[in-house]
């Protein structure tokens, strides 16, 4: 039987600032990133987020390079979101991402957190939500 791999919360942010995501094919999109992961076979949690970022919630066995398989799915994201979305507001991903080792008795929480990133972002910003992850002062 395989190991157990590490509960990530992910985050990746736009390159531009603008409505980079546009609302009408970001589920679309945030179901093409979960299935990137899934096919690399990294259970995925949850998938949501904003016009600026989205929240990835995934298993990654062990025995996976982490960095590598984050920077192949970005790049590969990149391309599926010429086929999805306007491509003169989305210019990419930054080059780094938040990443956080999520507590597997603490699963239920950030699931609830990340299918929440609606109503969430009608009350902060992605810069408030941002910070409030920089300073771990989210929980």
């Known amino acids: ?33 979960a299935l990137l992961f ?9 998938v949501r987020g ?3 970022h989205v929240h990835i919630l995934t298993e990654i066995p062990l025995r996976k390079n982490v960095k590598k398989l984050i920077e192949k799915i970005k790049n590969i994201s990149c391309f599926r979101a010429a086929g999805i979305l306007d491509m003169e ?4 991903w930054l080059k780094c991402c938040l990443s956080f080792i999520v507590e597997r ?3 239920p929480f950030w699931v609830d957190y990340i299918e929440q990133q609606d109503t969430i972002h009608s009350k902060m910003s992605w810069m408030q939500e941002k910070r409030q992850f920089m300073n771990y002062n989210l929980f």
């Open 105 to 107: 008795d603490r699963l």
């Open 38 to 46: 899934s096919n690399r076979h990294c259970p995925v949690y949850a």
């Open 50 to 52: 904003d016009m600026h």
């Open 89 to 92: 507001r989305f210019g990419g």
């Open 1 to 33: 039987m395989e190991a157990l791999g590490n509960i990530y919360h992910l985050i990746f942010q736009t390159r531009d600032f603008g409505v980079a995501i546009p609302p009408l094919h970001r589920d679309e999109f945030f179901d093409a990133i």
